[in-house]
């Protein structure tokens, strides 16, 4: 095989395995961003919005985004980062750090603007800082999406790598040499 596409191809197992770790990423962050809910059934923001649940979001959120970070470190630190699908995977990889790093402040402002949320408020104030939630919200779920659809771009990435493996065979490991014929016996007659 020519030694510059040898260098140039990530290791199949790698691949697979960078493409499962994608992949369960991804999931979580999709499975984030539709399981956690500002509005209630009706559409509406809550008369007392939880600050716990809308601050564990928050942390939730913190927690997914240094996971994302810390696989792009850690892809960023390989060899074959600097190959041509490797530079692809990592500009991929670097908009999910980017976009998920996001989210969080997001989440963190929601939290806060529902503190703030008083009865005694004017009903104009109230719809501010409901409409305002409702924008943080949604716009950190976005971000949660946002993440997702970049690692679901490196992982196509890296799919399309692994079909131009099927065009270079796997490097076949080599055989123990075959033991020598036997010599003929000394004993003539």
């Given at each position: 095989m020519n030694p510059d596409i040898q260098r140039a191809l990530i290791p199949r197992d790698e691949t697979r395995h960078l493409i499962g770790a994608l992949d369960a990423m991804k999931a979580k962050l999709l499975d984030a961003a539709q399981q956690w809910q500002l509005l209630d059934e009706s559409g509406r923001v809550p008369a007392s919005p939880s600050y716990t649940e809308l601050l564990?979001?928050?942390?939730d959120a913190q927690d997914l985004s240094h996971d994302v970070v810390q696989l792009t470190a850690d892809f960023a630190q390989s060899p074959h980062s600097t190959n041509r699908v490797g530079r692809a995977v990592l500009a991929h990889l670097a908009t999910?750090?980017?976009m998920s790093s996001h989210a969080a402040p997001r989440f963190i402002e929601t939290a806060e603007t529902a503190?703030?949320?008083s009865p005694s408020a004017s009903p104009i104030t109230r719809q501010y800082r409901e409409n305002s939630m409702v924008i943080d919200h949604a716009t950190a779920r976005a971000y949660l999406r946002r993440?997702?659809?970049?690692?679901?771009?490196?992982s196509k990435e890296l799919n399309a790598h692994l079909d131009f493996h099927r065009f270079f065979p796997a490097p076949s490991r080599p055989e123990s040499p075959a033991s020598p014929p036997p010599r003929p016996s000394a004993h003539h007659r």
């Open positions: 564990q979001h928050a942390a999910a750090a980017t503190l703030s949320l993440t997702s659809e970049s690692l679901r771009d490196a």
